[in-house]
């Protein structure tokens, strides 16, 4: 193991206020940062540098000998790296944080801070196609295997699990059916069993759900989606009891999947306006679900902050909002769920969810173009199945795009 320093984590002399009794807003806004800045900024300045220069040999030796901590090179962590970790965990309640360069990053760099060969985890199946590939294929290599348990069977969540066992990771909500996860059943399971609970909550936000306060060990998120919001940076982030999360970030360290400083200040840029931004997703995705369930073009729609959606109640309890996505399924074929995208004017044909902007996929000629129609039906990807994840543009402009490349796309009965 590494020399234990303190690196990266120095309290400034200014000091820096986590604002724990403060509202979420005001969070949102000056969680973690200095009250007082360089050049008297009211912004948190981005650092651009990849090391740290010491003032001398005596300077170096208290660094090292733990008497002071400061910055030491680039891939240790940088300043606006450090508001951005103290920020997101007085969003998200956790004791610690770490920031990575992408929400995969977080993610791979987590899962393997805690297993090693012979170990077995649990994963459900509507997980992050990314993250279900790096556990069933690239995992193996090192001698770890994972049960992949279909999502909702908690009887096989619990039955999965052996001696060798060391965590259980799910999504909730999921993508694209926002399948929600009862995370007071994943808590009783885990207990029994003594292992550990990783929740990826990128699709509902620290403001829709507290995995944290509802006993999950380490919540994760890809901080390129609504966290950051504007559909312009990768970032990602791990949160949990600081016990656990120094241990991610001592392989983070040597990963190397460090966030770079002026894409971490956009992040806290993003972080400012993200519950304002998040109310309106909220807002508008639920006007645009039922706006689409009463639509004659349109088979079946999936939110689960509408009745019909089969964790309706579940969703209800654990959360205070449903996010931005809304899948529905169209009337018609495949050819038709084409012209659908092609007749959009305003929503944009691209991956991800969670910024500004309106984006919509097909994800069966999108996220699985590559498997047999066959073994797509079998995972549960319509031809005629459409994820669209509103931005903050006005509902009523977003309901009326939709609306007429429905119509012209596909010929009613
Ligand atoms: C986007 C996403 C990821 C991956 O995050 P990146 O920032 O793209 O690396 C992981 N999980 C979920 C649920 C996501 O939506």
């Known amino acids: 193991m ?23 807003s005001t969070r949102a806004v000056h969680a973690g940062e200095d009250r007082l800045r360089y050049a008297d900024s009211i912004t948190t300045p981005i650092v651009q540098t990849s090391t740290y220069a010491f003032k001398n040999s005596k300077d170096v030796e208290d660094y090292t000998k733990h008497k002071k901590a400061r910055f030491e090179y680039g891939r240790y962590g940088n300043p606006t790296e450090q508001v951005a970790a103290r920020r997101l965990a007085a969003l998200t309640g956790a004791e610690d944080c770490v920031v990575f360069s992408s929400g995969m990053s977080a993610i791979i760099t987590t899962i393997l801070a805690f297993v090693r060969s012979n170990d077995h985890i649990v994963i459900t199946d509507d997980a992050y196609k990314k993250t279900l590939e790096f556990c069933s294929r690239y995992l193996l290599r090192f001698g770890v295997d994972c049960t992949i348990v279909p999502f909702g069977d908690y009887e096989a969540i619990d039955k ?22 009862d995370l007071n059943v994943l808590k009783k399971i885990a207990k029994k069993h003594n292992v550990l609970t990783m929740i990826d909550a990128t699709f509902s936000t620290p403001i829709n759900q507290r995995p944290l306060e509802w006993g999950v060990d380490l919540e994760l998120h890809s901080c390129t989606k609504y966290l950051a919001g504007h559909n312009d940076i990768l970032a990602g982030a791990v949160m949990g009891r600081k016990e656990l999360v120094d241990q991610i970030r001592a392989l983070h360290k040597a990963i190397g999947g460090v966030i770079d400083p002026h894409c971490c200040y956009l992040l806290l840029r993003g972080l400012k306006t993200f519950p304002l931004r998040m109310k309106v997703h909220n807002e508008t995705a639920m006007a645009v679900a039922e706006f689409l369930e009463k639509h004659p073009l349109i088979q079946r729609v999936y939110y689960p902050g509408l009745k019909s959606h089969p964790h309706y109640k579940i969703a209800k309890q654990q959360m205070t909002g449903f996010g931005g996505v809304v899948s529905f399924d169209i009337k018609g074929t495949l050819n038709n769920a084409k012209r659908f995208l092609d007749n959009l004017k305003l929503c944009y044909i691209a991956p991800s969810l969670g910024g500004v902007e309106t984006l919509i996929t097909h994800p069966a000629t999108v996220s699985y173009y590559d498997i047999s129609r066959k073994e797509r039906y079998a995972l549960g990807i319509t031809d005629t199945l459409i994820r669209l994840a509103v931005g903050i543009e006005n509902k009523d402009d977003i309901i009326a795009d939709l609306d007429q490349a429905l119509r012209k796309s596909i010929r009613r009965k």
């Open 2 to 24: 590494t020399r234990k320093r303190k690196t990266a984590r120095p309290q400034t002399s200014t000091g820096h206020n986590l604002l724990i009794d403060a509202g979420f």
């Open 160 to 181: 999965a699990i052996r001696p060798n066992t060391r965590f259980i990771f799910s999504e909730s909500p999921t993508n694209p059916y926002l399948n929600i996860f």
